[in-house]
């Protein structure tokens, strides 16, 4: 695919990103032929949802997926990245509605049938756009396995599953309080609620006692469920009210007698420390009356009003019921007060209405059975959480877990493979679509209305994907899969349940290790959010800067499991990287008339040679060793520090003097042959974190094969580690970083020579500098050095430092002009004081500190530092010019 000439004279990412992707594609490369005779390397890729699309979130989970995917590939590991979508129950629903109201239909008028067509319809007109996003990304996942869990296969499984448990008696039908939205009309899972803190008030209601002079007073955020109320609640140590436990109380408006009882759940500290319980509205209310067998009291129906067991509030909506019964509370003496309230409200992810608490009749998996063996193999380590803390995270709510609530009121999704048959009343649960009743033989057969949570499919993704039911080759060769990559927010609705359905469906694991990342922020460390409009599209930075730049400015700063935030500042650095990456690469190729590759004596090799070739090799061992705990953003940061510092600022300059028409061809041939050895190695070792780029460059170098994703992953050769030449490389480094720091303090003109005097005691450091002391002169602009073993008389107007191996001094005569330095100097010394006592005054004023935020103090207190430093600086700068 390359051409003869050499590389652009611009690195175009638009240029060479869609081309490399079309043709790894069309190579199959990211299609693995089961080879048992190679290890396998499987990943299944989090679904994201088929109405989606890409954002910052999935970039990263998508960019550490395919960096662990071409790692594994390039070790030589036979690597299947599996892809796929997920149905997303309410969310495309919801999509699809809009749509219909836009033609002034509803899915109602629509019918069932007619409706889940538009849905299909739907899906394959916008299905494919986020999945074609991630192609944009890079994702070596391989399209020919791309599964959708409410396709055939992925349908069978959960079919399979469903009857499995239910003829083990683990998925009953009960009355269990949910979360409703009275807009959607449906149950919704916990994850589907968004808590908004509002400003609400704490109505102060007085209960009186039975028989008695006596009250009771409790505080409630919603007074319209008192009228479902069926108990009053203390807590048992609570003195105000001990003798009041066991007594009654006469309800308000309904004139009903509920008990008065003890729980350890109520805290005394809210309100007057006694709560109404309304079981049938409040999860929490919920568990007090499962304990305390209280009646379950519904008076509010599926869309919000009032139902008939809210006496005369009876079809009203639910805030104007509020408002009536206050008024009456009011009336009849009840009120006692009124406080302003501000309390977290749930409201329905989809369409913001508040969330009801309702009791309804649901679906459920019995979940204690099934956690046992989900906490022993995390326990036993057998599935490990990266980070660890994660492990403790699961395990708590494992072992808390509730039974879950798997039933939906939605058309879209899995519909529950449950019959009744209305002439005998039996329930069929079947795999396939019974046709008569095998009870009566009748055939008037009514399948239950609603549909699966999505994350019931999504939990059996791993062996869904592979065939499940059936033993696949896939299942057999990939399964368990061996690493699942996800975000912290979902290890409870979708980690902990394929783990567990994993091993109750398949008997194994479903992955061995869990990598754990955090979420993408805004610069400020906020949630990225539509209503804060602080969303990036990465699609869009991928068009202005490259696939590349964006992956690797994602996981720049990213550790596992924490959260990590986005700047535009590390796209830029990313972009200037690649370009830096690309000029270098350029030169190198540009470079390389008359190259072949040789063998070389060791002796043949400069310092720089050597040294550069034990950096290439200890850096691969480093990488790989990073990559191996999933520290892939330190991973990046070891490269980027290799590419930029060593290979480029470094080496390329140390073996510039050896390339240059007048050069030794036999030294520049080794130069040459080092220069290949070493980028190639690079290109390899970067092409996980940035595939096109590499691949890019790859082709124009001498000795490539048919792709860099194939290539091998370079592995440290402890042959080609030099321990002397790091240690002697490492003290010439210093001196010329010693030399270079001088220039810049003393203000020396970047193209001025200057002289230098070294002081080495150490013999062969001595001759080490000596034999090397090109790099010296090259790399710091010395025009005349002397190296000596002891100092005969110190050089007059000499600046001196000080590194491990070398005393240095350098005489600034003739080469600044020593008195207009100091006044320089002077200059900035003053400059340095005046912000000093400007940012000591801000911090010293009483006034600013107690008004000012933190941060902002944080800010002038940094500044005063670094004043301060400056000044240490300056002040010693010029004591040694007044000195010289
Ligand atoms: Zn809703
Ligand atoms: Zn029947």
Known sequence: MATDQGLSSVYEPGRVERKWYQYWKDNNYFAPVNDYSKKPFSIVMPPPNVTGSLHLGHALDNTLQDILARWRRMQGYNTLWLPGTDHAGIATQAKVEEALLQEGLTRQQLGREKFLERVWDWKAQYGSRITEQLSFLGSSCDWTRERFTMDEGCSKAVREVFVNLYEKGLIYQGEYITNWCTKCKTAISDIEVEHEDSDGHLWHIRYPVKNSQDFIIVATTRPETMLGDTGVAVHPDDERYKHLVGQKVILPLMNREIPIFADEYVDREFGTGAVKVTPAHDPNDFDMGIRHGLEQLRVIDEIGVMNENAGEYAGLERQEARKAIVRDLQTGGYLIKVEDHRHAVGHCQRCNSIIEPMISTQWFVKMQPLAKPAIEKVVSGDIQFIPERFTRIYLNWMENIRDWCISRQLWWGHRIPVWYCDDCGEVICSKTDPTECPQCLGTDLRQDEDVLDTWFSSALWPFSTMGWPEQTDDLKYFYPTSVLVTGRDIIFFWVARMIFSGLEHTGEIPFHQVNIHGLILDGQGRKMSKSLGNGIDPIEVIEKYGADTLRFSLITGVTPGNDVRFHWEKVENTRNFANKIWNASRFVIMNLEGYEKIEINLNDYTLADRWIISRLNQRAEEVNHLLERYD?????????????????????????????????????????????????????????????????????????????????????????????????????????????????????????????????????????????????????????????????????????????????????????????????????????????????????????????????????????????????GIRQRLEILKQA
Request: charged share 30%; net charge negative.
């Open 632 to 872: 892939l953003g330190e991973a990046a940061k070891v490269l980027y520090d290799f590419i930029w510092d060593e290979f480029c600022d470094w080496y390329i300059e140390l073996a510039k003097p050896r390339l240059s028409p007048t050069a030794d061809k036999s030294e520049k041939l080794i130069a040459q042959n080092v220069l290949v050895e070493t980028l190639t190695g690079i290109l390899r070792l970067l092409h996980p974190f940035m595939p096109f780029i590499t691949e890019e460059i790859y082709h124009y170098l001498p000795g490539h094969n048919e792709t860099i994703m194939l290539d091998s992953w370079p592995v440290k050769d402890d042959e080609r580690i030099w321990q002397s030449s790091l240690d002697e490389m490492q003290q010439i480094m210093s001196v010329i970083r010693a030399l270079r720091n001088i220039r810049a303090e003393f203000n020396v003109s970047p193209g001025a020579q200057i002289k230098t005097l070294l002081v080495v005691n150490d013999e062969n450091y001595r001759q080490v500098f000596t034999a090397n002391q090109a790099y010296i002169k090259q790399m710091a602009r010395v025009n005349a050095l002397e190296i000596v073993r002891e100092l005969s008389q110190k050089p007059a107007q000499a600046v001196s430092a000080l590194t491990n191996q070398a005393e240095i001094y350098v005489p600034l005569e003739g080469i600044i002009d020593i008195d207009k330095e100091i006044a320089r100097l002077e200059k900035d010394l003053k400059g340095a004081l005046d912000e000093l006592a400007r940012a000591e005054g801000k911090l010293n004023n009483q006034n600013f500190i107690s008004r000012a935020p933190q941060e902002v103090i944080e800010k002038e207190k940094g500044k005063a530092e670094e004043a301060r430093i400056r000044k240490e």
